[in-house]
């Protein structure tokens, strides 16, 4: 039996990067963000950042098209926690899905 490749392609993105449907689909947000929601949300933009493939950006862990469900809920969390995008780009960038975000001012 021969050897069968298959491609596979991202699904086709709207503007804002979120695919047809993809809104109805977003994961609900706490109803006030506590510490251990912001832990969550850490974990979630941490492993599922990023990856340059040559389709373009994909997520690190599923390979779904960046920025996937759970990391654009994670920097939502993060921001109603009141981390600013560098924050939390910084904590993606350190790559550690237990780091403690920074405390909030």
Avoid: K
Wanted: aromatic share 4%; with cysteine; charged share 25%.
């Amino acid at each position: 039996m021969g050897t069968r490749t298959r491609t596979v392609r991202p699904a086709a993105t709207r503007a804002g990067g979120a695919s047809a449907g993809e809104v109805l689909r977003e994961i609900p947000l706490p109803p006030y963000v506590t510490g251990e929601d912001a832990q969550f949300a850490v974990r979630a933009v941490v492993v599922h950042a990023p990856r340059r493939w040559s389709g373009g950006t994909v997520c690190r862990n599923d390979a779904s098209p960046h920025p996937c469900r759970l990391h654009r809920w994670g920097r939502r969390v993060l921001a109603l926690r009141g981390l600013r995008p560098a924050d939390i780009d910084a904590l993606i960038e350190r790559g550690d899905p237990a780091a403690v975000p920074p405390p909030v001012a």
